[in-house]
């Protein structure tokens, strides 16, 4: 069965720095894909990037990138330039062969100005 | 606009009553997917759907039914709502490869009461 954990439960960082949260996962599938959302304050729940298990290069979009250690495997999304709208829960998520997203608990990011 | 619409947004309910929550979604996507969301566990996977007319249990399934009468339409059917199943709500739309399972798009949610 596939897993997600993410044991950042919060972070605090200043804006316009960079932030990183860990993802680690467990799948049997040998391709895979990983997601990262975005839950703002009003419960919107966002798609932000994803990365393909058997693409080497690491996704990015915007000011979002990933950091894709599949030895480890780990999927940190890193933000750089944090604004305060930054500030919301994060998800990862796995997907795999069985049409389901597996999903994390989720890091907490607050962007202080 | 929005692709993934939600109805109600909000809902009380009696406990032994009917609550049918709606979802529509005009993204075109073959799946779609019920959760629910509450402090602690993270997002619970409770039916999905491949399209039309089929419907798949999820990993909480239990005191819940759910309908696919068309590509754009998922409802979530609680036949006796129970104060435990006191929540939010999320549907979601995605598109797969075969068995392989990308992004999901989700709507604003539901909050339910059960009382």
């Known amino acids: 069965a596939q897993k997600v954990t993410q044991t950042q439960t919060s972070i605090s960082v200043m804006e316009k720095t960079t932030v990183t949260m860990d993802c680690v996962y467990e799948?049997?599938?040998?391709?895979?894909?990983l997601f990262w959302y975005k839950q703002t304050a009003s419960g919107e729940i966002v798609f932000l990037i994803r990365q393909d298990s058997y693409k080497k290069e690491n996704a990015t979009v915007g000011h979002y990138s990933l950091n894709f250690q599949k030895p480890k495997s780990s999927i940190g999304l890193i933000i750089t330039a944090t604004q305060i709208e930054d500030s919301a829960v994060y998800f990862c998520?796995?997907?795999?062969?069985?049409?389901?997203?597996?999903f994390g608990l989720g890091t907490t990011l607050q962007v202080q100005p | 606009e929005a692709a993934v619409t939600q109805s109600p947004r909000n809902k009380v309910a009696v406990t032994g009553g009917k609550v049918t929550l709606s979802c529509n979604q005009t993204n075109n996507h073959n799946n779609m997917y019920w959760y629910r969301q509450d402090t602690g566990h993270g997002l619970r996977l409770i039916h999905y759907s491949y399209g039309a007319g089929s419907t798949e249990k999820g990993d909480i399934p239990d005191g819940y039914k759910a309908s696919r009468p068309s590509q754009e339409n998922f409802s979530l059917i609680l036949e006796l709502a129970t104060p435990s199943q006191t929540s939010v709500y999320f549907c979601a739309s995605g598109d797969a490869g075969g068995a392989e399972t990308y992004e999901q798009y989700f709507g604003p949610g539901t909050r339910l009461t059960v009382l």
């Open positions: 998520a796995i997907g795999g062969n069985t049409r389901k997203l597996i």
């Open positions: 799948t049997q599938d040998s391709s895979y894909f």
